[in-house]
Nanobody, 115 residues
Framework: VQLQASGGGLAQAGGSLRLSCVVS????????WAWYRQVPGKQRELVAT???????NYVDSVKGRLTVSRDNAKKTVYLQMRSLKPEDTAVYYC??????????WGQGTQVTVSS
């Protein structure tokens, strides 16, 4: 299974980014997916999840600002990021939710938010 995240970059506080994660080597539509982020020296944090039928959940710190979605035909998970804050700076990864077991982590995509 390969998880290829992209779309990160440098944004100003209050700005927007859209992350994508293309999944290959696995079935996609029947699986729950999640976005995580990690800051150097800290544990990886679960940010958002989306079920196989589209139900979503978010960590409190991103509610109302980040939106997870999926395109089963493209085997892609998205994370729309709005009203970005400096504390959103991290490397973002997609994977399955830890509750059902993750696969090998991809390289992730760096998001840097300047104040």
């Amino acid at each position: 299974v390969q998880l290829q995240a992209s779309g990160g970059g440098l944004a100003q506080a209050g700005g927007s980014l859209r992350l994508s994660c293309v999944v290959s080597g696995s079935i996609f539509s029947a699986i729950h997916w999640a976005w995580y982020r990690q800051v150097p020296g800290k544990q990886r944090e679960l940010v958002a999840t989306i079920s196989n039928y589209g139900s979503t959940n978010y960590v409190d710190s991103v509610k109302g600002r980040l939106t997870v979605s999926r395109d089963n035909a493209k085997k892609t998970v998205y994370l729309q990021m709005r009203s970005l804050k400096p504390e959103d700076t991290a490397v973002y990864y997609c994977n399955r939710p830890t509750s059902i077991g993750t696969w090998a982590w991809g390289q992730g995509t760096q998001v840097t938010v300047s104040s």
